[in-house]
Structures are given as C-alpha cells and as structure tokens.
C-alpha cells in the first residue's frame, strides 16, 4: 500500500502562482512515476505532468511553459509549480503513484482544490 498526501491548493488570481506537494509514504518501489491530474466540473481527469524516478518529465500540451514538475526522492515526494495560472486550470487536482514506468496509476491522492479567478 502507498498513501499520498497532498497539499498546496487555494484560490489564486489569474496570472498568479500556487506550489503543490505530494509525500509517498508506504511501500515504495525503487522504479516508480508520480505525476498530477485534473479533473474540473463536467469534465475527465486528465494528466497534468508527470515524472518517473529517474527525473523523466512529461506535460500536457496545456501547462508546458508554465508548470514545473519535480520530485525529491529522498523525500519521496513530488512538487508542482504552477505559473501564469489561468481560469481554465481551475479544478481538483489528485497526485499519483505507480509501480514502475508503465501501466495504469495504482494510487491516487485524496485531491486539492485549485481556484483560479478571472
């Protein structure tokens, strides 16, 4: 089992910045990929950015140039910095957990809500 804690989330105005922290605690695999999602009202989770345990990183096309991943794996723990915030990025996002670099999420975060006001 692995339990993921985040923090982080808030209201924030357009244009501004918000940092979010997920720490791993459990049964970590040494290989592993943690990452964000999102899921705003009505619509589909959907990947933020992730990355793997070997630093690899991966973006939605939407938040390149303005969200930062990164991770501490001593901490087991992985950041996102989000910047130049817009109203759209307005939704519930969950940190994730896997075992290994391919293959579905096996454990989600409880999710933090981030506001973005126009």
């Known amino acids: 089992q692995v339990q993921l804690v985040e923090s982080g989330g808030g209201l924030v105005q357009a244009g501004g910045s918000l940092r979010l922290s997920c720490a791993a605690s459990?049964?970590?695999?040494?290989?592993?990929?943690m990452g964000w999602y999102r899921q705003a009202p009505g619509k589909q989770r959907e990947l933020v950015a992730n990355?793997?345990?070997?630093?690899?990183?991966n973006y939605a096309d939407s938040v390149k140039g303005r969200f930062t991943i990164s991770r501490d794996n001593a901490k087991n723990t992985v950041y996102l910095q989000m910047n130049s915030l817009k109203a759209e990025d307005t939704a519930v996002y969950y940190c994730?957990?896997?075992?290994?670099?391919?293959?579905?999420?096996?454990?989600w975060g409880q999710g933090t809500q981030v506001t973005v006001s126009s």
């Open positions: 459990g049964s970590i695999f040494s290989i592993n990929v």
């Open positions: 990355i793997n345990s070997g630093g690899i990183t």
């Open positions: 994730s957990y896997r075992a290994g670099i391919r293959g579905p999420v096996d454990y």
